[in-house]
Nanobody, 115 residues
Framework: QVQLVESGGGLVQAGGSLRLSCAATGSISSIRDMAWYRQAPGKQRELVAAITKGGSTNYADSVKGRFTISRDNAKNTAYLQMNKMEPEDTAVYYC?????????WGQGTQVTVSS
């Protein structure tokens, strides 16, 4: 089992920055990829950014050049640095960890960007 705890959400003005953190505990050696997803009201959950254990990354087109995903394997923590934020980034952000057998999710953290 893997447990994920997100932190760092909150309210920010358009153009501002936030950094989300996701701390993993439990069977951390089984984790391969980690990712951040988000879900806005009335919309489906969507991938924001993902990172492999080796550090390869991919991003949704809407956040490329503004968001950066990173991972500290020694601290078992993933991060999402969000810059130049837009009201459209408002959503609940979820941390995700993938093992060979299943996906795990955090409880989510609210991010609100005011215009």
């Amino acid at each position: 089992q893997v447990q994920l705890v997100e932190s760092g959400g909150g309210l920010v003005q358009a153009g501002g920055s936030l950094r989300l953190s996701c701390a993993a505990t439990g069977s951390i050696s089984s984790i391969r990829d980690m990712a951040w997803y988000r879900q806005a009201p009335g919309k489906q959950r969507e991938l924001v950014a993902a990172i492999t254990k080796g550090g390869s990354t991919n991003y949704a087109d809407s956040v490329k050049g503004r968001f950066t995903i990173s991972r500290d394997n020694a601290k078992n923590t993933a991060y999402l640095q969000m810059n130049k934020m837009e009201p459209e980034d408002t959503a609940v952000y979820y941390c995700n960890a993938k093992t060979n057998v299943r996906w795990y999710w955090g409880q989510g953290t609210q991010v609100t960007v005011s215009s």
